[in-house]
């Protein structure tokens, strides 16, 4: 028998059907080790040597996986088929190594890129070794970014108190999002007008056309500046007589485009479906990994995780196959399409996204998917299935028509298009294509040359130039594709490691950047801007696609870069507080001194009238304040123009007065402080404070929402099972409900306030269903109640836990035994299991100590006085 390794569950479920009995499939769940976050895990003088640690989860994962390997006759590694999965793969093989456990037994690698019966037999025919350019790879990767966290980030810290970590792919990232605000900021409108007719054919039909010339001169966009210039020429429309004098009607042909890489995939997703790059993986590795489908385990999607492309032959051939039998034979080109990627640094050996079997239409599978693998599955198959499709036939025509008002005249275009033949656009469509029913895909009645024009109306119509949009997650994905910056693997997890650590906050699908982040960007262009240009970050993912090639040593990339950037660092030791403090003055200027309404200087305290604001650092973060301090206690949060101590109501201790408290007639205030806006009832140290919600600024803050925020947290009824008080709050980690211990999250601020009572039971079912009630981790879901303990003290519980099923007192928790049903358990044999581990010290505080001095009898000569067969002599406890 072999052992087969794969990194999930679903995985190796799925593979061992398919291998038979002669396999073992285990499940490594994702990576088994890592480097420990601490200073040291990568030694730079010591040849760039690393310590890699395993957590628990993983030890026990990996002794299965040694045990299993130990009775086997040979080892095969089938993590998936990109560098982090050869990564899982090398490192499972270390650790095994370290057991010695393989002696002499023959280890192979194979990859296959679905999981299909036929994909997984024909990698099993082909095995290899592991890939250790490949390997080599990901040994750079993970060591640079290893070194520019933990080298960098102290650096932030000491110098920028408040900031979270630097990165070197998402510091990239962020620079992006933050120079796209500054584009914002400056962006200055211009007003201009567009004029159009609407025009009559003799056979009563009518179109617009638009005005490109007048009296000779041909109009760009921006050319009619005012009104008074539109109503000119709209008076000379207005008189004036309309001829066709051209009508020129050409064929164009409009190609598909290639199946889905990675970026794409979240671009398509993102637009058409309103998933996040995270959710876009996550709904996509499902769908990868396998799926019941009338009784057949298969999986539905090639890996998800690539850059490349093409289609493997025999893909290309089931899908010209499903053309034939879905679409007709007109819709099938005569030769297949094959293509090559535009992206940097593309793996043309991986193959793009696709469904592992083009006869498994989305109508057929709808009913074992759910809503979202259905969506995302539909997405995949129409591409997939038009990348190998005719192309649309389309007649773009161009209608020519000149005014003539007495001496002057003008020039104006229509423009049309008709679909002769659908073609690949049957199947799927861009969304570009979708929202651009502008003029050009309108159809245009028919219209000679030669032939006067009934004049119906002239319509000018004004506008404003519009500053760049800020990025989407998808607009980003793609931008960093095309400036070749991170890799497939690598998206999701960069964008959501910025949301995270609150340098960009999401508004209606695009991405602001917070004020803290875009303190730390300005910081890291003062003082490593090497480190954030985009040419040198892509020029390193060149050089570690060099290294996964085998044309680069790996270790000296990594001293080429350490030399300088060590450098760099030890240059910013004897930097000053006062230095930084200056340059991100300068460079965030529009955020930290804003423009007055009444056109004073911003930079002028509005308090005292003498100080000069600039930005203050302190324990938890950069806020604006007055150089007169402590005479002056002017403060404001950065980017909060209107609310600082002294402006716009607040009175002279900083604080804007909302009303008073209908019960306790105290004042509630509105105030803004250090760490943000918060509302407050009362003075000294027993006012009571809430700071405000994500999504509330202080502007709409009145005084009925801060007697809302105030009444938190609030009551919401009596569970039916427990009697117990649900309660809603705000904290720390967002809105939520409690119950007996029990925290689970709320969606918005606005549901603390609305929530029922049915509605809460259900949210924390829910969320104790997934065994984890808590708010650090939780209680995990009770198994069985098996009473009070006879010393006192509560109930115990058996509850499934991460590691198996366990006995719960209190604080302490008992491993069952291997093998022991939880439902079997009794009261008794739980009573032994937990003196046993009140023995060895386990848990926290110990009640059967308060019963033996109180003269009860305690759990522990319980345990005694139960039979000894029931344990074998040698684990008796004293």
Known sequence: MD?????????????????????????????????PAKDGSVRPD??????????????????????????????????????????????????????????????????????????????????RQIDVPLVDAYLARRALDYLVGFTLSPVLW?????????GRVQSVALRLVCERESEIERFVREEYWN??????????????????????????????????????????????????????????????????????????????????????????????????IGGETAGLITYMRTDGVQMAPEAISAARAAIGKEFGDKYLPEKPRYYTTKAKNAQEAHEAIRPTDFFRTPASVRQYLDADQARLYELVWKRAIASQMNPAEIERTTVEIEAVNGARTANLR??????????????????????????????????RSGEQMAREAINATQHTTEPPPRYSEASLIKKLEELGIGRPSTYASTLKTLEDRQYVTIDKRRLVPDAKGRLVTAFLENFFERYVEYDFTAGLEEKLDEISDGKLAWKDVLRDFWKDFSSAVDNTKELRVTDVLDALNEALAPLVFPEREDGSNPRICPKCGSGNLSLKLGKYGAFVGCSNYPECGYTRQLGDAENGNGENGAGEDGTKILGKDPYTAEEITLRSGRFGPYVQRGDGKEAKRSSLPKGWSADSIDHEKALALLS????????????????????????????????????????????????????????????????NGGTPAALKELGDHPDGGGKIVVRDGKYGPYVNFGKVNATLPKGKDPQSVSLEEALVLIAEKEAKGGGGKKPFRKAAAAGKPTAKKAAAKKPAAKKPASKKKD
Request: proline letters at 4%; aromatic letters at 6%; charged letters at 30%.
């Open 414 to 447: 229509a423009v049309g298009s008709v679909v002769r033949f659908d073609g690949f656009i049957a199947a799927y469509t861009d969304q570009k294509e979708e929202d651009s029913e502008d003029e050009e895909n309108r159809r245009l009645p028919e219209i």
């Open 46 to 127: 010591d040849d760039f040597s690393m310590s890699w640690s395993v957590d628990t989860a993983s030890g026990k994962r990996l002794a299965d996986i040694a045990k299993a390997v130990k009775d086997a006759d040979g080892l095969i590694l089938a993590t998936d088929p990109d560098r982090e999965g050869e990564a899982i793969s090398w490192h499972v093989l270390e650790v095994l190594k370290q057991k010695r456990v393989l002696k002499d037994k023959p280890v192979s690698r194979v990859v296959f890129n679905a999981i299909t019966k036929q994909s997984v037999l024909d990698a099993m025919a082909n095995p």
């Open 195 to 292: 004029i159009a007719a609407i025009l009559g054919t003799p056979r009563k039909e009518n179109f617009e056309a638009r005005l490109t010339a007048y009296e000779g001169k041909k109009l760009q966009k921006l050319d009619i500046k005012n009104k008074d210039q539109a109503d000119g020429i709209k008076t000379m429309l207005e008189g004036a007589t309309f001829k066709a004098v051209s009508v020129e009607a050409k064929p164009t042909r409009r190609n598909p485009g290639p199946p889905f890489t990675t970026s794409t995939l979240q671009q398509a997703a993102s637009s058409r479906l309103g998933f996040s790059a995270n959710r876009t993986m996550q709904v996509a590795q499902k769908l990868y990994e396998g799926m019941d």
């Open 158 to 166: 000491r110098k920028l108190p408040g900031a979270r970590s630097a």
């Open 712 to 775: 938190l947290p609030r009551d919401v009824g009596q569970h039916p099972e427990t009697a117990k008080m649900i309660s809603a709050g705000l904290g720390r980690y967002g809105p939520f409900v409690l119950h007996d211990g029990t925290y689970a999250n709320l969606e918005t601020i606005e549901d603390v306030f609305s929530i029922g009572l049915n509605r809460a039971v259900t949210v924390i079912a829910e969320k104790q269903s997934k065994g984890k009630g808590g708010r």
């Open 3 to 35: 052992v087969v390794v794969v990194e999930s569950p679903a995985k190796a479920k799925t593979i061992n059907k398919y291998l038979g009995r002669n396999y073992k499939v285990l499940a490594s769940f994702g990576h088994v080790r890592d480097l």
